[in-house]
């Protein structure tokens, strides 16, 4: 299984971005699916994530971010708006999935650096 994630880029402040992420490979189930980001010098942190029980946003881009996912195609997006200096970040994605031997795991995405700078 791999996750393949695309979109970051540079942005001036105010801008939007698209990121998307793609899972591939023997997933039977993906249950979870999200995006974290990870600024120098700072942990990775929750972004947004989507699951059978709806979506969850950190409360700094609450009303900004949106995440989305196309279930039939394994691809989960996060739509940023109104981007602000302190988004610059590289974004991970995530996925909580079964494969079809039937093993449960985490994978991550390789990561898709997003810098806000005017």
């Known amino acids: 299984v791999q996750l393949q994630a695309s979109g970051g880029g540079l942005v001036q402040p105010g801008g939007s971005l698209r990121l998307s992420c793609v899972a591939s490979?023997?997933?039977?189930?993906?249950?979870?699916m999200g995006w974290y980001r990870q600024a120098p010098g700072n942990q990775r942190e929750l972004v947004a994530v989507?699951?059978?029980?709806?979506?969850n946003y950190a409360d700094s881009v609450k009303g900004r971010f949106t995440i989305s996912r196309d279930k039939p195609k394994n691809t989960v997006y996060l739509q940023m708006n109104s981007l602000k200096t302190e988004d610059t970040a590289v974004y991970y994605c995530?996925?909580?999935?079964?494969?079809?031997?039937?093993?449960?795991?985490?994978?991550w995405g390789q990561g898709t650096l997003v810098t806000v700078s005017s």
């Open positions: 490979g023997s997933i039977h189930t993906i249950y979870v």
């Open positions: 995530h996925a909580h999935l079964r494969r079809l031997d039937q093993w449960e795991f985490h994978y």
């Open positions: 989507s699951s059978g029980e709806g979506t």
